[in-house]
């Protein structure tokens, strides 16, 4: 019982630690940010339960409610050049990155 005690001590330390470093890497991340970008992404990660983004699945639907998007939506989000936020459930759309 000691045993495990000391390593779920241990396995929470070594959370803690990771923890802090990726607040702090978030930290410098977000001064990239303009400000008025960040508050409407800290409202809507507020207002959507912790899920401010919603990535586009197979090239079409909104990855938080799963609606259809106009071509014009996602052209708008390959253009990136603003934040592009789904008509219905008004998440910031993105596409994930393809590795290669």
């Known amino acids: 019982m000691i045993c ?3 390593e779920l001590d241990r396995e929470y330390e070594g959370i803690k630690m990771q923890t802090g470093n990726l607040e702090q ?3 410098l991340k977000t001064k990239e940010i303009p400000d008025s970008a960040l508050s409407n992404y800290e409202k809507l990660k507020q207002a959507k ?3 401010a983004l919603a990535r586009i699945e197979n090239d079409e639907y909104c990855g938080g409610c799963h609606l259809h998007l106009p071509v014009t939506i996602i052209n708008q989000v390959l253009q990136r050049t ?3 936020t789904c008509n219905n459930c008004n998440r910031i759309l993105y596409f994930k990155k393809e590795k290669g």
């Open 82 to 84: 603003q934040l592009v």
């Open 4 to 6: 495990k005690m000391e």
């Open 49 to 51: 339960k912790g899920i």
């Open 25 to 27: 890497i978030r930290d």
